[in-house]
């Protein structure tokens, strides 16, 4: 069954930066688009980051020039490198990879950030 599992959520000052990873089983990563999602308490999830199989990548606009998605190939893993975070930008982080017809998520990471 397919998996993924995300790590490296946690708790930092306003400004600070986390890096949380998205591990795959069952899945080649680099053979699909990988998206970073995220949801806030009492919103609606949204995206904020995604890398093609190509490796092209897209941000949404609150986070360019200073988020990061990146894959290891090797490691079959997902990055989203998150700099300058802000208060507001609390949330559980969850990536997601689509394999026609079914969307694969992972549990989330809960990262949160101080003011």
């Known amino acids: 069954q397919v998996q993924l599992v995300e790590s490296g959520g946690g708790l930092v000052q306003a400004g600070g930066s986390l890096r949380p990873s998205c591990a795959a089983s069952?899945?080649?990563?680099?053979?699909?688009?990988v998206r970073w999602y995220r949801q806030a308490p009492g919103k609606q999830r949204e995206l904020a980051a995604s890398?093609?199989?190509?490796?092209?990548?897209n941000y949404a606009d609150s986070v360019k020039e200073r988020f990061n998605i990146s894959r290891d190939n090797d490691k079959n893993t997902v990055y989203l490198q998150m700099n300058s975070l802000k208060a507001d930008e609390t949330a559980v982080y969850y990536c997601k990879t689509l394999i026609p017809p079914d969307n694969y998520w992972g549990q989330g990471a809960q990262v949160t950030i101080s003011s």
């Open positions: 890398i093609s199989r190509g490796g092209s990548t």
């Open positions: 069952r899945i080649i990563f680099r053979f699909n688009t």
